[in-house]
């Protein structure tokens, strides 16, 4: 909506243009006119439509041309005043103001303009029969008012018009020519539509005409005026309504009618509300709303974020199989100006065995854009239309915006439920394939991808001690000397490199020893392709000697060649990591929630090593001799330090487990 409204008044000498305005702020003809009146600010609490006008006269008297012209590319809307008993007046409407406003405007910016017939109290005749056909010639002109200053006929009618020009127009909506609405107008029309038809059987039932009455208007159809309303458009179109329902012709017949009767607020209102601008695109304001999202912050979809793409999903799976086919996905983002998503997205999520993105995958790929990219998943949403179906101030109430990653590491807990893993691995070391079996695809399955629909991201859910969590992979292009920030921040990191080939190793070890060795993030070496013969990798010692002497866990083997789909454990290892990275957990038989699992764990945690330390100093600090281990009291004394070793474990123990 605009925050101020500018009028400009111009016409021929001694038409009234002055005394117009002087009677609308007097409410009374004035006696003595100046040549021009000063510029007049009429505050929005007194204005029909709450918005500040500010009125402004030309005087060819006492103004330069110069100066006119900058008016005229300041004004919102030009009211060219004619009196009705002047011929002369109204022939320099066509001849002298139109052409001279036109030459003085921008092209693109067309200025909405009134023909103001004053002194009306001076003949009995109307000048409209003169004037409509300059009305029906040019279409920049929005209404002819005749009024008088003299009797204060239709002078705030006047104002009221012209400020309506700039607030409502008639040009953006409807062509008088074709006399139809123009194809920005029902292009946005018949977005709104669709996203307000909440079950997606292209009619507007009752109930979603009346949350579309409210949505809107703030108020909700009564029974009987919902049945006028079919009732009108019954009468006028065949196919308008169907079951009980407004269809997609009826409503846009409806707004057609609306423009026709004059009621062009109506149609504003309606295409304002769902983020439309006077050229009817969308508001950038609408589909960017602001959202600071801090360093070393992520960002998440929340709980009613995915309520509402839940709701989206369900609407278009038409055929219940819990899986969009093309047709369902090209329906889904019908209401966006471009396809947003590519066929590398079917190689990003989990899709069904037809490679149609099932449920979890559509709330996955929406999990990616958001932790990657937010403002382009703002302007997802705000197409969707979140703002308006899950009665929320705008998209950002659906965006989660994490707390730092270094304030998780210093409590040693978090609550975000998206982690990033990057995988590092040189050529051909089996990178790709290790994404795509995290997607459920195995090695056949994998050699139907086209090289050009191939995707560097993986995304699917997996479950961390009970709690589901998704798992973000990035493969990262093996180039050691240029890696990125972007390249290196991430959760945690996985290393992958061919079993079957003895130069492989290298690349992970070098890239472990240059970027990570010094830093919190924790890595897993993976052995890739274990399902081929295993070589000896010619590097310094071997990638279990490798991972014991940087407290790494030992080497997981792998492998997406297997007649079904690939295991995940080895996934929820990654996730358990990215979660708990202070945990540095040795375990690794997947689950961490088994006796032998917190055990291992405990055994293993820096808090025993501590103890454990403390106890050997205590031991081995001073010389044992033969007379101290005959003694009663040195065993004593050891008895009783290993009791209270092993009571301490088995009370962190019973905790672990009841916290599990």
Not at 509 to 537: G, N, R, T
């Amino acid at each position: 909506m605009r925050k101020d409204v500018r009028i400009l008044l111009v016409g021929e000498p001694k038409v009234g243009k002055t005394s117009l305005i002087m009677s609308l702020v007097s409410e009374e003809f004035p006696e003595v006119v100046p040549y021009r009146a000063e510029e007049i600010t009429i505050p929005a609490d007194v204005t029909p439509e709450r918005v500040p006008t500010h009125i402004v006269d030309y005087s060819e008297a006492e103004q330069t041309d110069e100066q006119l012209f900058q008016e005229i590319s300041k004004a919102n809307v030009i009211c060219i005043v004619y009196s009705v008993n002047n011929k002369k007046s109204i022939e320099k409407v066509t001849s002298h103001w139109i052409p001279l406003i036109t030459d003085n405007t921008d092209k693109d910016s067309r200025v909405p303009l009134i023909l103001v017939g004053n002194k009306s109290d001076l003949v009995e005749h109307s000048s409209m029969e003169t004037i409509l056909p300059i009305m029906n010639q040019y279409s920049e002109i929005e209404t002819c008012v005749e009024c008088s200053a003299k009797n204060l006929k239709n002078i705030s009618e006047l104002f009221y018009y012209a400020q309506k020009a700039v607030l409502h127009p008639t040009g953006p909506l409807y062509c008088p020519e074709k006399k139809c609405m123009r194809t920005l107008c029902v292009k946005a029309l018949t977005r709104i539509f669709k996203v307000s038809d909440l079950d997606n059987d292209g009619i507007l039932n009752d109930n979603e005409l009346n949350f579309f009455q409210r949505t809107c208007f703030n108020t909700p159809l009564d029974p009987q005026a919902l049945d006028d309303v079919k009732n009108v458009v019954k009468k006028n179109l065949s196919d308008g309504v169907r079951d009980n329902g407004l269809t997609l012709k009826g409503f846009l017949f409806l707004h057609t009618l609306f423009i026709q009767r004059g009621r062009h607020e109506t149609t504003w209102t309606v295409l304002r509300r769902f983020g439309y601008d006077d050229d009817l695109e969308l508001n950038q304001d609408y589909l960017f709303p602001l959202l600071k999202v801090p360093p070393d912050c992520t960002t998440e979809l929340n709980h009613n974020a995915y309520l509402f793409l839940q709701s989206v999903f369900d609407k278009h799976d038409k055929d219940r199989d819990c899986a969009l086919s093309p047709d369902e996905l090209s329906d889904v983002f019908d209401v966006f100006p471009y396809m947003p998503w590519g066929p590398d997205v079917n190689n990003t999520v989990c899709t069904n065995e037809q490679g149609w993105v099932t449920y979890q995958g559509f709330l996955s790929q929406w999990t990616l854009t958001t932790y990657l990219d937010v403002q382009r998943c703002l302007e997802y949403l705000g197409y969707l239309g979140y703002s308006i179906i899950a009665e929320q101030e705008s998209q950002a109430s659906g965006i989660t915006v994490t707390r730092a990653k270094k304030i998780d590491l210093q409590k040693k807990q978090t609550q975000r439920n998206v982690f990033r893993c990057n995988v590092f691995g040189d050529i051909a070391s089996g990178k790709s394939g290790f994404l795509q079996a995290f997607l459920g695809k195995n090695l056949k399955r994998q050699k139907t991808i086209r090289e050009e629909h191939r995707s560097y991201y993986a995304i699917s859910t997996t479950y961390v001690y009970g709690q589901e969590k998704y798992l973000l992979l990035h493969e990262v292009f093996p180039d050691f000397d240029y890696l990125t920030d972007a390249d290196l921040a991430c959760d945690v990191v996985c290393l992958v490199y061919d079993t079957s080939n003895p130069y492989s190793f290298e690349y992970c070890a070098k890239v472990f020893k240059h970027y990570f060795m010094e830093s919190k993030i924790p890595c897993m070496m993976v052995a890739a392709k274990s399902d081929l013969p295993e070589v000896k990798q010619m590097y310094g010692c071997s990638p279990l000697e490798f991972c014991r002497r940087h407290k790494m866990p030992p080497p997981q083997s792998f492998t997406c060649n297997t007649s079904t789909a690939p295991s995940k454990d080895i996934y929820t290892k990654l996730a358990t990591m990215a979660m708990y990275p202070h945990a540095r957990l040795r375990c690794m038989c997947t689950c961490n929630r088994c006796t032998f699992c917190l055990c291992q764990n405990f055994l293993n945690s820096e808090l025993l090593q501590t103890i454990r330390a403390k106890l050997y100093a205590v031991v081995l600090r001073r010389h044992v001799s033969q007379a101290d281990l005959k003694s009663s009291t040195f065993w004593l004394k050891a008895g009783a330090g290993a009791t209270a070793f092993a009571v301490l474990g088995f009370a962190v123990y019973r905790v672990l487990l009841k916290q599990r």
